[in-house]
């Protein structure tokens, strides 16, 4: 690894960017993404670069791949609340006994 890579994954979380650009009339997003970013793994794990510069990667991936899901929002009564934490702490030591009886 080199030395500019070195400090490209030393460099603050602040820094490692991810910039996604399209207009009305294009099919496509045109995105660069720092080196050593998560997006950066991400994209290089389903597209190839188009091309590399020192700071970062340059791709292409149609607009159709992009969709925004934002979080459900979930109103819950206090008692629905309840049940559902009861719920997780059963199922989740169900999975820690399995684990145990696993590593036996």
């Known amino acids: 690894m080199s030395l500019a890579d070195r400090k490209l994954l030393e460099s603050p979380k602040s820094q490692r960017e991810t910039?996604?650009?399209t207009?009305?009339?294009?099919d496509k997003f045109f995105i660069w993404s720092a080196k050593?970013?998560?997006q950066a793994t991400k994209l290089l794990k389903r597209l190839e670069p188009v091309r590399q510069d020192v700071n970062g990667y340059w791709f292409e991936m149609?607009?159709?791949?992009?969709?925004?899901?934002?979080p459900r929002k979930v109103t819950m009564t206090d008692e629905q609340r309840e049940a559902a934490k009861i719920r997780l702490m059963r199922r989740t030591s169900h999975v820690q006994e399995e684990k145990v009886d696993a590593a036996d």
């Open 19 to 21: 910039i996604y650009r």
């Open 23 to 26: 207009s009305d009339g294009d």
């Open 36 to 38: 050593g970013s998560k």
């Open 62 to 70: 149609p607009t159709t791949w992009m969709h925004i899901h934002p």
